[in-house]
């Protein structure tokens, strides 16, 4: 399942190169998982750091994010998040089978 | 605790007025320690509601889990994009600011 999951990620980073040099230029790094598993795909950071990312903010928080935006109006939906704190900006994109996050 | 937050409105009115004028759909400004809605724009349901699934439920998780992946870090701002709208949502010491556009 993760050879699919990985197979297609590569596809859409390789249609969007320009845009992920970009991201990738100003941000301290990138944690992309899968939303199956909350297994972590791809990363540019040491596997510690990922992981603890993917544990809280992916498969925790995001899943009580999308659920509260649910409860405040059922026709809406949760398209994207930003976490600002003293050092970092988690941005968080949750997206069907990804959820990316970058950190600047 | 209702009158710091009117002395910081009309401190900061010239502010609070650009905030709102633009496209803000409304706010709701909430005391921390009552648990209650101190000034909003909205009606009674929606502000209760943001107080409880965004103030209450969101604000305190994202803050342990700001600091379960770095003890010395914390929370500063939130913005969640939704198809319809925009939370902001600010956690201070004593009250918190949701502002919908």
Redesign the interface.
């Known amino acids: 399942m993760s050879k699919i999951y990985l197979k297609a990620m590569e596809d859409v980073v390789q249609r969007n190169t320009d845009n992920t040099n970009r991201i990738t230029e100003q941000a301290q790094g990138f944690v992309v998982s899968e939303n199956a598993g909350d297994s972590l795909l791809h990363t540019s950071f040491d596997l510690t750091t990922a992981q603890s990312i993917v544990k809280h903010l992916h498969a925790s928080f995001l899943k009580l994010a999308q659920s509260c935006v649910r409860d405040l109006d059922t026709d809406d939906k949760l398209c994207f998040l930003r976490v600002k704190t003293r050092k970092h900006e988690f941005l968080v994109s949750p997206e069907e089978a990804f959820t990316v996050t970058v950190v600047l | 605790m209702n009158r710091i937050l009117e002395k910081v409105i009309h401190q900061n009115g010239t502010i609070v007025d650009r905030i709102l004028s633009e496209h803000t759909i409304g706010y709701v400004v909430s005391d921390n320690t009552a648990n209650a809605v101190a000034e909003t724009s909205f009606d009674n349901t929606s502000a209760q509601?943001?107080l409880k699934?965004?103030h209450g439920?969101?604000v305190s998780?994202?803050q342990s889990?700001?600091r379960?992946?770095?003890p010395?870090?914390?929370?500063?701002?939130?913005?969640?994009?939704?198809?319809?709208?925009e939370y902001l949502v600010a956690p201070e010491e004593y009250f918190t600011i949701t502002v919908v556009q």
């Open positions: 509601a943001i699934h965004l439920l969101l998780t994202c889990v700001v379960d992946i770095d010395s870090n914390k929370l500063c701002f939130m913005r969640l994009g939704t198809r319809k709208f």
